[in-house]
């Protein structure tokens, strides 16, 4: 489990009217994970598909006390179960994005930004 290049720790209260946009992609045996606040990437990282990769990625979600708005690769039953269990929280918004197959290293940073402009 890593989060790497991660410029500020999670603000313990809003520090804008931003919200953080996180993009969420399960690539091969990974969670691949990309924060976004302030149109920039600020953090990337990847956790173990499975349960305790899970149970980790809640918990970096958790860390954020701010609104979140979340875009996650549905390719598979495992993508979208993922995808209910991190939209669970009040406070998040959740997109699911259609997804044949997440294969690119660049899939959660894409997933980021189109949470970013996401309506």
């Known amino acids: 489990m890593t989060i790497s290049r991660q410029e500020q720790e999670p603000p313990s209260w809003p520090l804008t009217e931003d919200k953080v946009c996180i993009g969420i992609a399960l690539v091969g045996a990974d969670i691949q994970v990309a924060t976004r606040a ?3 990437e600020i953090a990337h990282g990847r956790f173990p598909a499975g349960p305790l990769g899970t149970a980790a990625l809640l918990s970096y979600l958790a860390d954020w006390q ?3 708005r979340l875009a996650v690769a549905t390719a598979g039953a495992a993508a979208l ?3 209910l269990a991190v939209g669970a929280p009040h406070g998040r918004e959740v997109f699911l ?3 044949q197959t997440t294969q690119t290293v660049y899939a959660a940073s894409d997933l980021a930004r189109y949470a970013e402009r996401a309506i």
């Open 38 to 40: 302030s149109g920039c």
């Open 66 to 68: 701010t609104p979140m």
């Open 81 to 83: 179960g993922l995808a």
């Open 97 to 99: 994005v259609s997804a």
